[in-house]
């Protein structure tokens, strides 16, 4: 039960973090909040989570945890709390990425009508959201000479 409340609390914070950075102006407390709370409160909520499965105070599924075989990682998402630390890996990652093609896009000058779906299918689709930027990117960042 627990597992499952953390799952729906996960996704709801992570939900109202997207609307804000594709909604919200980017003010830079806004964009502080995001990072710092957001995807570092995500990271924190994981890294406690993997050294609990790795030390065995949650426990695996068959086989233990290990990262060096397909059964051992198999093993790790085989409970609920397994596939909610997993989760958090996922919602940290694309966050701060979401977070990043902001940033990079309002520096490129490049419009939020065109920002919004590529974030949107960031949230849904990490890399995939992740590859359209930078394909969107290419053009904006040798006009302006920022390649950074």
Known sequence: ???????????????VAWAAL???????ALLSALLYLGVGGLCLLYACGLIAVLTGVIPAGEGGADFTTI???RSIFASNA???????????????????????ADAKSISRFIQAPILAVTFLAGPLGLIVWLIVRE??????????
């Not at 597992?3 to 729906?8: A, C, D, E, Q």
């Not at 594709?22 to 830079?28: D, H």
């Not at 397994?82 to 990079?104: S, T």
């Open 139 to 148: 053009p904006a960042a040798r006009r302006s000479g920022r390649w950074r």
């Open 22 to 28: 594709i909604l919200l102006p980017r003010w830079p």
């Open 1 to 15: 039960m627990i597992w499952t409340t953390l799952f729906n609390v996960l996704n709801m914070a992570a939900l």
């Open 82 to 104: 397994g596939v909610v630390i997993g989760w958090a890996h996922y919602l940290a990652f694309d966050l701060f990425v979401g977070i990043w093609i902001a940033r990079d």
């Open 71 to 73: 059964v051992g990682v």
